[in-house]
């Protein structure tokens, strides 16, 4: 069995940029491949303290780091026009040949109201993602030719990207559901979710297959990448205070998409209590408890799975865990 491939979770929410950075590489040197960076205008609750702009940190991170990497996720559809996200896309790309990756999600109000539009219901916010995809498509494959676009949702004059890679980036969606599972499948080269049971697991890795087999796509090319949220410290009761107290969050067993505030949030926080996170995220300062759970998920199929962990202790946890943890997974 080969060793399984592990990247790390930069929560552009937590931490400043130049911490992010430094994690990212301390990571790096202790076994870790690939960074995913979180990509948001706002914290979940104030606590956390930060959200700087994606698309610069991620320069930089290609900078101090050697692996993958890419944006998990950004909207295409409110704050930036689709095509402002494929030219950053393809010029990270052109900079970090065969690095990076474009994930994409189709959006929460917390990072997107804040242009003060309308907020749509979920099955637009996802019709938007689908053509803000077709739009970033056409100009990654626009090298010797002006595209357009006149659709329901966009438009855009005949234009190009000017400084392209030589090959796109891959375009990697973040989905949990069946419907944009299947055209995931159809249309891009990925999926990006988070943890979820089994059986829900296999409905989507089914759904994406489907959705491969019918665009006449290889499946077996297909990428599912996994975002995993853990509490590790050095005993249960500080990784426990960890959760509550960093990734409340992670206990709201209720969609999140249509929460405008970070002060929202942390009221809703007050009522986030330990047994709350029971089934959503592990808690627990044994790193063998960890080990089992993330090779729970690669032995369901994910190519690569990228870790956060919810404490302050990342430089602690980075170090145990490429010690511990990561030599004794497999692929």
């Known amino acids: 069995m080969a060793r399984a491939k592990i990247g790390y979770a930069a929560m552009l929410e937590q931490f400043g940029p ?5 994690y990212s590489a301390h990571a790096e040197a202790c076994g870790f491949e690939g960074v995913m960076a979180a990509d948001h205008f706002q914290p979940w609750v104030p606590q956390q303290g930060n959200a700087a702009f994606v698309w610069n940190v991620l320069t930089a991170l290609g900078e101090h780091t050697k692996g993958d990497l890419g944006p998990g996720v950004t909207c295409p559809s409110f704050r930036m026009h689709p095509a402002i996200v494929a030219q950053a896309a393809g010029t990270l790309e052109a900079m970090y040949p065969g690095r990076t990756w474009l994930g994409l999600g ?14 749509p219901e979920t099955p637009e916010r996802i019709s938007r993602m689908f053509e803000a995809i077709e739009i970033i498509k056409k100009l990654f494959n626009s090298r010797d030719k002006d595209v357009k676009h006149d659709g329901k949702y966009y438009r855009m004059e005949a234009t190009r990207l000017w400084t392209l890679p030589d090959e796109p980036p891959p375009i990697l969606v973040a989905t949990a559901g069946p419907v944009t599972a299947k055209k995931t499948g159809a249309l891009t080269n990925g999926l990006i979710t988070v943890g979820a049971p089994e059986e829900k697991i296999e409905m989507i890795f089914a759904k994406c297959r ?3 087999t019918e665009a006449g796509n290889d499946p077996s090319k297909f990428r599912y990448i996994l975002q995993l949220h853990l509490s590790w410290a050095d005993t249960d009761e500080e990784a426990l205070q960890n959760a509550i107290v960093e990734w409340p969050n992670g206990g709201m067993k209720f969609p999140k998409q249509d929460i405008r505030s970070p002060h929202d949030f942390a009221q809703m926080a007050k009522l986030v209590r330990a047994e709350d996170f029971q089934g959503r995220m592990l808690i627990s300062s044994d790193p063998e408890a960890h080990r089992k759970e993330i090779q729970k998920f690669l032995d369901m199929g994910f190519d690569q799975v990228y870790l956060h962990n919810v404490g302050r202790n990342q430089d602690r946890w ?4 490429g010690r511990d943890v990561l030599p004794k997974l497999t692929s």
């Not at 189709?106 to 907020?119: P, T």
């Open 18 to 22: 130049r911490e992010v950075v430094d």
């Open 318 to 321: 980075i170090e145990v865990f």
């Open 210 to 212: 489907e959705g491969c």
């Open 106 to 119: 189709s959006g929460e109000a917390l990072n997107e109201h804040v242009l003060g539009g309308y907020w």
